[in-house]
């Protein structure tokens, strides 16, 4: 296959996961990883590192998108830094560590937990389960602690860690504004250090395709990237217009079909 075909189907790829990112108010990890393994398997990628290539690159593209939602989010004064800096070394070391547990396991076993995990994604939305407030933020231990099963959690499934934070600073006391906009720049290390540490994980593997630093997949990345933050402003746009309940449902839905995709 032709380098443009591939292309212009990543700049798809990304506009439909930027749409329905921006739509369902949710990261496109969720979207971007099943998709790209579904592209990787018509482009012929081995099987034993399309999962890991996916991940990978999803992260990747998660410095970029993050960044700039992170960015908005630190203009209307809405992330909380001293959080922000008690989690950020569990961030590092758990992001280093998923990728490493990633590494050790087949990209069948990574699959059917990246599938359970949409799964249990989709039962909370279905349940309409919200994060539960509190008012008692934890010390640095804790908080750094947390930062650990976040990045590394997060890191494993190629997410950038809102699915995760948000309950977490909701259940410390944060305003659901400010949980959302830490937890938009806490996705950011989790999203460099990962993709860079699976570069390194998965440099010289001969199953890899060309275009392809380790487990990052540059042609996805770049077509991701290019498409993903205007479309998301679209599906923003649009959540305003459908009624919410409606929408979790439909979403909830389709990461239904995904997990089960996974796992069976």
Same mark, same amino acid.
């Given at each position: 296959?032709?380098? !443009?075909?591939?292309?212009?189907?990543?700049?798809?790829?990304?506009?439909?996961?930027?749409?329905?990112?921006?739509?369902?108010?949710?990261?496109?990890?969720?979207?971007?990883?099943? $998709?790209?393994?579904?592209?990787?398997? %018509?482009?012929?990628?081995?099987?034993? /590192?399309?999962?890991?290539?996916?991940?990978?690159?999803?992260?990747?593209?998660? /410095?970029?998108?993050?960044?700039?939602?992170?960015?908005?989010?630190?203009?209307?004064?809405?992330?909380?830094?001293?959080?922000?800096?008690?989690?950020?070394?569990?961030?590092?070391?758990?992001?280093?560590?998923?990728?490493?547990?990633?590494?050790?396991?087949?990209?069948?076993?990574?699959?059917?937990?990246? #599938? %359970? &995990?949409?799964?249990? +994604?989709?039962?909370?939305?279905?349940?309409? @389960?919200?994060?539960?407030? #509190?008012?008692?933020?934890? #010390? @640095?231990?804790?908080?750094?602690?947390?930062?650990?099963?976040?990045?590394?959690?997060?890191? !494993?499934?190629?997410?950038?860690?809102?699915?995760?934070? /948000?309950?977490?600073?909701?259940?410390?006391?944060?305003?659901?504004? @400010?949980? +959302? #906009?830490?937890? $938009?720049?806490?996705?950011?290390?989790?999203?460099?250090?990962?993709?860079?540490?699976?570069?390194? /994980?998965?440099?010289?593997? *001969?199953?890899?395709?060309?275009?392809?630093?380790?487990?990052?997949?540059?042609?996805? &990345?770049? =077509?991701?990237?290019?498409?993903?933050?205007?479309?998301?402003? %679209? =599906?923003?746009?649009? *959540?305003?217009? !459908?009624?919410? @309940?409606?929408?979790?449902?439909? &979403?909830?839905?389709?990461?239904?079909?995904?997990?089960?995709?996974?796992? !069976?």
């Amino acid at each position: 296959m032709s380098m !443009l075909p591939i292309l212009l189907g990543y700049l798809a790829l990304g506009a439909a996961a930027g749409t329905m990112a921006g739509l369902f108010g949710v990261g496109g990890g969720l979207i971007i990883v099943p $998709a790209l393994v579904f592209a990787f398997g %018509l482009q012929g990628v081995a099987p034993e /590192v399309t999962m890991h290539l996916a991940v990978g690159t999803s992260l990747a593209t998660i /410095v970029v998108t993050g960044a700039s939602s992170a960015w908005a989010h630190y203009q209307k004064g809405s992330i909380h830094r001293e959080w922000f800096l008690a989690l950020l070394p569990g961030l590092l070391l758990g992001a280093i560590g998923g990728v490493f547990v990633a590494g050790a396991l087949s990209g069948g076993v990574l699959g059917t937990l990246f #599938g %359970l &995990f949409v799964l249990a +994604v989709a039962v909370r939305m279905v349940l309409d @389960r919200g994060p539960v407030p #509190g008012s008692v933020a934890p #010390g @640095r231990g804790g908080m750094a602690v947390a930062g650990g099963v976040i990045g590394g959690v997060s890191a !494993l499934f190629g997410i950038g860690g809102g699915t995760l934070c /948000v309950p977490w600073l909701t259940r410390c006391g944060a305003e659901m504004t @400010r949980a +959302v #906009g830490t937890s $938009a720049a806490c996705g950011i290390p989790i999203a460099l250090f990962g993709a860079a540490t699976f570069a390194v /994980v998965g440099w010289g593997n *001969a199953q890899l395709p060309a275009g392809a630093t380790g487990f990052v997949m540059w042609p996805a &990345f770049l =077509g991701i990237v290019l498409a993903s933050v205007p479309f998301a402003r %679209l =599906g923003a746009r649009l *959540a305003h217009r !459908l009624p919410a @309940r409606v929408l979790k449902l439909a &979403f909830a839905a389709l990461l239904t079909l995904v997990g089960l995709r996974f796992l !069976l």
